[in-house]
Nanobody
Framework: QVQLVESGGGSVQSGGSLRLSCAAS????????MGWFRQAPGQEREGVAA???????NYADSVRGRFTISQDSAKNTLYLQMNSLKPEDTAMYYC??????????????????????WGKGTLVTISS
């Protein structure tokens, strides 16, 4: 089993920045890819960014160029640096991990159906 705990959420004004962290523990050696997902009130969950053990990354079009996903293997921590935040980025952000990864056209997919482990989320609120 793998446990994931997110932190770093909060309330900031439009244009601001936040860095989310996700601490992984347990049988972390089984993890091959990780991702960030978000769900706004009344909306479906959407993929934000993903990364695999080879360092390949992918981003949703809505965040590309503003968000950066990274991982620190030594600290067993996944990060999401979020810059130029917009009110539409307001959501609960979830960290997820998988023992595999999915690719399409050579690109890493941000696929929630492939994720085996989920954190409980951290709330991000952006005011205009």
């Amino acid at each position: 089993q793998v446990q994931l705990v997110e932190s770093g959420g909060g309330s900031v004004q439009s244009g601001g920045s936040l860095r989310l962290s996700c601490a992984a523990s347990g049988y972390i050696y089984s993890i091959y890819s990780m991702g960030w997902f978000r769900q706004a009130p009344g909306q479906e969950r959407e993929g934000v960014a993903a990364i695999d053990n080879d360092g390949n990354t992918n981003y949703a079009d809505s965040v590309r160029g503003r968000f950066t996903i990274s991982q620190d293997s030594a600290k067993n921590t996944l990060y999401l640096q979020m810059n130029s935040l917009k009110p539409e980025d307001t959501a609960m952000y979830y960290c997820a991990a998988a023992t595999t990864a999915y690719y399409s056209g050579g690109y890493l997919k941000i696929a929630d159906y492939g994720m085996h482990y989920w954190g409980k989320g951290t709330l991000v609120t952006i005011s205009s």
